[in-house]
């Protein structure tokens, strides 16, 4: 059998490859090397050669990063030191490349490498203020060769266009746009209609409103007005919001989409200037930028009905107010925004909602602009607060319905049923209360069989969409079914026939996840599954009634037997994830929802055995899992979804910026991603797909059950997968709030347990993380779970309090007054079970290591220190004696009193064993150590062969 390779070994060939110029496969071995080595010192080398190869393949921040970690273990490693500043500079933090290459230079003065190095830097960073002095002449000049009609260049233009968008992102360089009245000639693009110089212009002008103050030369205003005034709102008062609103309603799309970003970027700086209080001098002016803000949203609101807007400018208008119109918490008491815009705006977002592709009058409107307006209703409805609100909002919603349905023609009654479908799909009770206007219903109904399949569609959707809200189901049970059937069956028309099987396809999973609850004949689920399926393969037909096909797998695959043939029929498993990363992001939650029921990843109790007894003795219902939801069935499902490419188009999904990924259907992925990492071998293939960075903003942003499920899926990557690998460069610090957050008392046993297990691994990486989860303030909480009954949790948070005991902040907190921290580790190193034992001497080797004044202290805490510590020494594990006998030599290192104590009881004659155990080197030598200590305080005579 093969020897196991070393860390020394690894480390050998690691160079041999760098010296080959194999940089990438030396990375691997120096990696390899670092997870088999615990040595400090031969991990900063490891830590130094692995930066030397990222330099050779141009990524710079980690090669930053392992130089950083080299020089955490000495910071007179010159070549670390070195390597750092190469990074440093080729990432444009000029400064402390210089700081560092000084400190060679200090280190090293006569070494010429590092004194030309310097020099070099030296004048770069010269050369660059000397180009920043002269940026005045260099603005007038881009806008001169961006203005001149007869500049014919265009590779001059493109430069110029970028040299702006970088000027304004930095504040002298805003500064001077600004003083070379910048603006109005950026106006000047916008008004040429010219797309790639507008396309500039508003790149420019986000840079401008991104973060910077001007202080001087805005036309007509004074500087001591400018002193507090925006730069948002100084480009707001130059552009004017009806330019603006009409930039965004432009057919070219990147335009509109940049009109987007640069509305965005100015309603956040608005909204932030609400929530501060300037503070200045007594003729300070102070503009007020509530009125700005309502403003651009009524300019907003008049786009989503002007004529003559694009499609897409509609929609980014529409996603534009679902950013910034409602309360982002509950926790904020004032909704006026929200109860303004319901009161100018919501008929025209209901005109959005309510257009019909080819009736005269409608809008014209995108795949996506009717799901948007049901999300921004649904939103404005949520941040109501009173019944009065909701009232008046279910008020307005029936008046612009009847003011359709009644005296109108049947265009009329069409765009008052497509008002009803877009508020089902948003404010559920809203659309419930439209339903029950008299006539809609059976205008619904009877025109599910036009013979103008524009019409037959608009009523179709209304009924599907009605047929899983509760107050009109069991209407729709008894009317609905035989019409879907007859519809069905007899349509010529697949988008009619698809849409009226997803009909079918809610009413028959009325049942949910109970095996006994049946709605149809067995077997026809099956059937409308496998044409779902069908469907959804075929390319020909068009990416809008193809997602009709998955929201009917969506309900279908409720029942196990669906889902077993689903994840057999790869085909169509791949067109489901091309279609969640298409343009119609619609298909979001249907296609969540599908793999949330294929993974079985929904909440499930199970039953108490005592109630089930009672509950058949009374003859009531039990529901019943299908045999095939069983965890071995669910296993291999989850086996064929990954092999299937899920984690791609999860985290495709993630990405979307679509008003689509709502909370809930954050959740559903959540839920997913927390299915797909349950076995540890699964974990890497998802890290390495993008699943670790897809989870991130799933843990931070939606329903609360959402994020933490997604926290939990992050903490069990991070417990079995090296984090550095898994999160790498700065990711890794964004993990540690989501851990955080596991450990809140609402979470359950098992959520706090693999918190506190990831912790404990992010913890043991480096100073900086240590000093995120404190800041964090995590530290209480982990000591609160030392004191947990379950002994699991209690060990995980010893163990994590070991790794952050490496921290001096936390080394302090054991010595503080009326504090039983020091005392519970004492105790716990006297406790039965050995794994909690040995994660809490470890914790006081350290500390007594790190910090001697603890030495002090441990006699202090308890009576029994002396008994602990002896029966350490004499444990037949090795590793505890190890740990006892480190912190018996740091006690006796500390202090001659100590010594003294601890040389006058049996402790002398069992170190004098130990010292002599030639089985045991390391435990052996921390005796030595010890009595070597106690014969230079003159407390015990040298022995045979000491000095």
């Given at each position: 059998m093969e020897a196991a390779v070393t860390a020394e070994q690894l480390r050998a060939r690691g160079n041999a490859l760098f010296q080959a110029g194999d940089h990438a496969a030396a990375i691997a071995a120096y990696t390899e090397a670092l997870g088999l080595c615990d040595s400090g010192p031969e991990r900063a080398v490891l830590h130094r050669n692995r930066a030397a190869c990222h330099l050779r393949l141009e990524d710079y921040a980690k090669a930053e990063a392992d130089a950083s970690k080299a020089i955490e273990a000495d910071g007179r490693d010159v070549k670390a030191l070195f390597r750092r500043s190469q990074a440093l500079q080729k990432l444009g933090r000029l400064d402390q490349a210089v700081s560092d290459l000084q400190r060679c230079v200090s280190l090293e003065p006569k070494n010429k490498a590092f004194q030309e190095a310097l020099?070099?830097?030296?004048?770069?960073?010269?050369?660059?203020?000397?180009?920043?002095?002269?940026?005045?002449?260099?603005v007038e000049q881009m806008f001169q060769i961006l203005l001149d009609p007869e500049e014919k260049d265009e590779d001059k233009k493109q430069k110029a266009v970028q040299n702006l968008i970088v000027l304004a992102r930095e504040e002298p360089g805003a500064e001077k746009i600004f003083q070379s009245d910048g603006v109005r000639l950026l106006t000047q693009l916008l008004d040429t209609a010219k797309a790639d110089l507008m396309l500039a212009a508003l790149r420019t002008l986000v840079g401008l409103c991104s973060g910077h103050r001007s202080r001087h030369g805005f036309p007509g205003v004074s500087s001591r007005q400018l002193y507090l005034y925006p730069q948002t709102m100084a480009v707001l008062a130059e552009l004017g919001a009806p330019r603006l609103s009409a930039v965004l309603g432009v057919e070219h799309e990147q335009v509109s989409l940049s009109a987007c970003n640069l509305l965005h970027v100015m309603f956040d700086s608005l909204k932030e200037g609400l929530q501060k209080e300037f503070r200045g001098k007594e003729d300070a002016v102070v503009l007020d930028s509530s009125k700005d803000l309502k403003l651009l949203i009524k300019h907003l609101l008049e786009l989503l009905v002007l004529e003559g807007a694009s499609a897409h400018g509609r929609d980014n208008a529409i996603n534009l107010l679902i950013k910034v119109v409602p309360r982002k918490s509950p926790k904020e008491?004032?909704?006026?925004?929200?109860?303004?815009?319901?009161?100018?705006?919501?008929?025209?977002?209901?005109?959005?909602?309510?257009?019909?592709?080819?009736?005269?009058?409608?809008?014209?409107?995108?795949?996506?602009?009717?799901?948007?307006?049901?999300?921004l209703l649904s939103k404005l409805y949520d941040d109501l607060k009173c019944d009065a609100e909701r009232e008046n909002f279910h008020r307005l919603c029936e008046d612009y319905v009847r003011s359709w349905f009644e005296g109108q023609e049947l265009a009329g009654k069409l765009r008052a049923i497509q008002t009803a479908s877009c508020l089902l799909q948003g404010p559920v009770e809203a659309g419930n209360r439209v339903l029950e206007l008299e006539g809609i219903m059976d205008s619904v109904l009877s025109l599910c069989a036009s013979v103008r399949e524009a019409h037959q569609l608009v009523a179709v959707e209304a009924l599907i969409h009605a047929a899983d809200k509760a107050k009109r189901a069991s209407f729709i049970t008894a009317n609905g079914v035989s019409l879907l059937k007859e519809i069905y069956k007899h349509s010529e028309r697949d988008s009619i026939r698809i849409r009226a099987l997803v009909g079918l396809c809610k009413l028959g999973s009325a049942g949910g996840t109970d095996f006994?609850?049946?709605?149809f004949a067995e077997g026809s689920t099956m059937k409308l599954a496998k044409q779902c399926r069908k469907w959804l393969c075929n390319e020909t037909i068009d990416t809008g009634?193809?997602?009709?096909?998955?929201?009917?797998?969506?309900?279908?695959?409720?029942?196990?037997?669906?889902?077993?043939?689903?994840?057999?029929?790869?085909?169509?498993?791949?067109?489901?994830?091309?279609?969640?990363?298409?343009?119609d992001r619609s298909v979001l939650y249907a296609v969540a929802s599908t793999l949330v029921n294929c993974t079985n990843s929904y909440d499930h109790e199970e039953p108490d055995p005592q109630m089930l007894e009672l509950a058949k003795y009374a003859k009531q219902h039990i529901p019943e899992q299908h045999p095939k939801d069983k965890p071995d069935f669910v296993r291999r499902r989850v086996r064929k979804l990954l092999t299937a490419g899920v984690v791609s188009a999860?985290?495709?999904?993630?990405?979307?910026?679509?008003?689509?990924?709502?909370?809930?259907?954050?959740?559903?992925?959540?839920?997913?991603?927390?299915?797909l990492v349950e076995e540890a071998?699964?974990?890497?293939?998802?890290?390495?797909?993008?699943?670790?960075?897809?989870?991130?903003?799933l843990s931070l942003e939606g329903t609360e059950v959402g994020q933490t499920k997604a926290a939990q899926a992050l903490a069990k990557i991070t417990i079995t997968s090296n984090p550095e690998m898994a999160f790498p460069g700065e990711r890794i610090y964004e993990v540690v709030r989501p851990l955080v957050s596991?450990?809140?008392?609402?979470?359950?046993?098992?959520?706090?347990?693999?918190?506190?297990?990831?912790?404990?691994?992010l913890a043991g990486i480096s100073e900086r993380l240590r000093q995120k989860i404190l800041k964090e303030k995590a530290v209480p909480m982990i000591e609160g779970y030392m004191f947990e009954e379950h002994e699991l949790i209690r060990l995980a948070?010893?163990?994590?309090?070991?790794?952050?005991?490496?921290?001096?902040?936390?080394?302090?907190?054991?010595?503080?007054?009326?504090?039983?921290?020091?005392?519970?580790?004492?105790?716990?190193?006297?406790?039965?079970?050995?794994?909690?034992?040995?994660?809490?001497?470890?914790?006081?080797?350290?500390?007594?290591?790190?910090?001697?004044?603890?030495?002090?202290?441990?006699?202090?805490?308890?009576?029994?220190?002396?008994?602990?510590?002896?029966?350490?020494?004499?444990?037949?594990?090795?590793?505890?004696?190890?740990?006892?006998?480190v912190v018996v030599m740091n006690m006796v290192t500390a202090e001659r009193e100590l010594a003294e104590q601890l040389m006058a009881s049996e402790m002398l004659e069992i170190l004098s064993v130990l010292a002599k155990d030639k089985d045991k080197p390391q435990v052996a030598r921390a005796a030595q150590e010890s009595l070597a200590q106690a014969v230079a305080y003159g407390l015990i005579k040298p022995g045979p062969g000491q000095g």
């Open positions: 020099h070099a830097l030296g004048s770069s960073m010269h050369e660059k203020m000397k180009t920043m002095s002269c940026t005045d002449s260099k008491t004032n909704n006026s925004l929200s109860l303004w815009v319901i009161d100018q705006g919501l008929k025209k977002i209901l005109e959005v909602g309510s257009s019909v592709c080819g009736t005269p009058g409608s809008l014209p409107v995108t795949e996506n602009s009717r799901m948007s307006a049901s999300v006994s609850m049946k709605q009634t193809r997602r009709w096909a998955v929201e009917g797998l969506a309900y279908l695959t409720f029942d196990a037997d669906v889902k077993e043939e689903f994840v057999e029929d790869k085909a169509a498993m791949e067109a489901m994830f091309h279609l969640a990363k298409s343009e999860l985290a495709c999904m993630v990405k979307s910026e679509n008003p689509a990924l709502t909370s809930s259907c954050r959740e559903l992925i959540s839920r997913v991603f927390l299915a071998e699964d974990r890497g293939g998802v890290v390495a797909q993008g699943g670790g960075k897809a989870l991130i903003p596991l450990l809140h008392l609402q979470r359950t046993g098992l959520e706090n347990f693999e918190g506190l297990m990831a912790l404990t691994n948070a010893t163990e994590c309090m070991c790794n952050m005991a490496m921290s001096k902040e936390v080394q302090e907190l054991f010595l503080a007054e009326g504090s039983d921290r020091l005392k519970l580790m004492v105790l716990y190193s006297g406790e039965e079970d050995e794994k909690l034992r040995r994660a809490a001497s470890g914790t006081l080797a350290m500390l007594t290591a790190l910090h001697p004044p603890i030495c002090k202290r441990i006699p202090q805490v308890t009576v029994h220190w002396l008994e602990i510590l002896q029966a350490l020494l004499l444990s037949p594990s090795a590793e505890l004696q190890h740990r006892g006998a």
